[in-house]
């Protein structure tokens, strides 16, 4: 009841369903946001999984079941191997990677999402700066949000929002919503246009 809405992560490669990651199944995915929905009239984000082939199908299919935004991205697949011992570093053999290191697969899965679905986009993954930030709001997310640059300094999301604000009085800028989507993109036909 205290809670002003529910970001549900279907895609934590840490986590398994029978083996299975299941936030890579379309209908396991569509199905728990279908499931949510009937339980609760607060905002539902849905949070996916960049680990599939064409994260715009799940996008659309849980804001079919009434997903009121979608998270784009979670962690990238990875794994690590001690040299010396020939063994997985992780306990759990492959893992989450996120970071700056994920930041252009994570702009490139924001683009296509919010080419293909109608509610917004939360932009995550490897934002580190407001030049980070910046990028997935002209990408055309409505909203960031801040993870592993926090544990480096907590004080990593204030000083990202001090710069945005900072950019748009630089730009003349009065609502940050107006940079929102306003990427300037090459017309022509993508790899991704050919099956959105």
Known sequence: EGVDGFEINVSCPNVREGGLSFGT?????????????RLTRKPLIIKLTPNVTHISEFARAVEGEGADAVSVINTL?????DVRTRKPVLSTV???LSGPAIKP???????????SVKIPV????????ATDALEFLITG???????????IDPAAGIKIADGI???????????????????????GVSVLDSWL
């Not at 199944?25 to 929905?37: A, E, G, N, Q, V």
């Not at 697949?77 to 191997?81: D, L, T």
């Not at 997310?141 to 640059?149: D, P």
């Not at 604000?165 to 017309?187: M, R, W």
Request: hydrophobic residues 40%.
């Open 25 to 37: 199944s379309c209908p396991m995915t569509t199905d728990i946001t279908k499931r949510l929905r």
């Open 77 to 81: 697949i990875g794994m690590a191997v």
């Open 94 to 96: 492959t893992g989450g």
């Open 105 to 115: 697969v994570a702009l490139a899965k924001v683009y296509e999402v919010v080419r």
């Open 122 to 129: 939360i932009g995550i993954g490897g934002i580190c700066c």
């Open 141 to 151: 997310a409505t909203a960031v949000q801040v993870g592993t640059a926090n544990f």
């Open 165 to 187: 604000e900072k950019y748009c009085e630089e730009q003349g800028i009065e609502d940050v919503a107006q940079i929102v989507g306003s990427l300037n993109a090459k017309t």
